[in-house]
Antibody
Framework: VQVVESGGGLVQPGGSLRLSCKTS????????MNWVRQAPGKGLEWISH????????YYAESVEGRFIFSRDNADDSLYLQMNRLRAEDTAVYYC????????????WGQGTMVIVSS | SYELTQPPLVSVSPGETASITCSGH??????AYWYRQKPGQAPVMVMY???HRPSGIPDRFSGSASGTNVALTITGVQAEDEADYYC???????????FGGGTRLTVL
């Protein structure tokens, strides 16, 4: 049972990046998934939630309108399309399973680092 | 926006009891969850729905809730419990999920 993030890297301000999360070992299409990020030396910040059917999506105000969360249940994968990136988006991005739509983040990946800098 | 407030630092000696609090106006209506994060590692859930302990979490960890406050209590603190602890909940709409700012537990 695991989730593995990929796609992080260095990007210029205003640029775009697409993160991926490959899952295995559990009934992916029955589970809520989320992205949580952590800026260097800072606390955790939830940024987006998607339910099993993709019908329900929530975003934090800090990324609403810039980030798009999607999933492919045929491939047990998740994607985070990040547009109009800012320096403050620099963080480790975690792919996280939640057993409740309002929390209970019970399975975390090891994270992928995104650096927004010129 | 919605905020959860935690003390930045709690320090205890080994064997003592540590209590980490978290306050938020929606906590009477929304469950709280707690996570432990050690340096260089991903967080691990240590409490869910205020008072329930996931499998594998020692029974020295307990949770409580009262009004706009929730707390994570560690009884008989051990050196391995030194970590950052985060509470997490949702606002009244249930569509904005938030973490508290985190509490660093140091074991003296």
């Amino acid at each position: 049972v695991q989730v593995v993030e990929s796609g992080g890297g260095l990007v210029q301000p205003g640029g775009s990046l697409r993160l991926s999360c490959k899952t295995s070992g559990f009934a992916f299409n029955q589970n809520n998934m989320n992205w949580v990020r952590q800026a260097p030396g800072k606390g955790l910040e939830w940024i987006s939630h998607i339910n099993g059917t993709s019908y329900v999506k929530y975003y934090a105000e800090s990324v609403e309108g810039r980030f798009i969360f999607s999933r492919d249940n045929a491939d047990d994968s998740l994607y985070l399309q990040m547009n109009r990136l800012r320096a403050e988006d620099t963080a480790v991005y975690y792919c996280v399973r939640s057993v409740d739509p309002r929390g209970a983040f019970d399975l975390w990946g090891q994270g992928t680092m995104v650096i927004v800098s010129s | 926006s919605y905020e959860l407030t935690q003390p930045p630092l709690v320090s205890v000696s080994p064997g003592e009891t540590a209590s980490i609090t978290c306050s938020g106006h929606a906590l009477p209506r929304q469950y709280a969850y707690w996570y432990r994060q050690k340096p260089g590692q991903a967080p691990v859930m240590v409490m869910y729905k205020d008072v329930h302990r996931p499998s594998g979490i020692p029974d020295r960890f307990s949770g409580s809730a009262s009004g706009t406050n929730v707390a994570l209590t560690i009884t008989g603190v051990q050196a391995e419990d030194e970590a950052d602890y985060y509470c997490q909940s949702a606002d009244d709409t249930g569509t904005l999920l938030v973490f508290g700012g985190g509490t660093r537990l140091t074991v003296l």
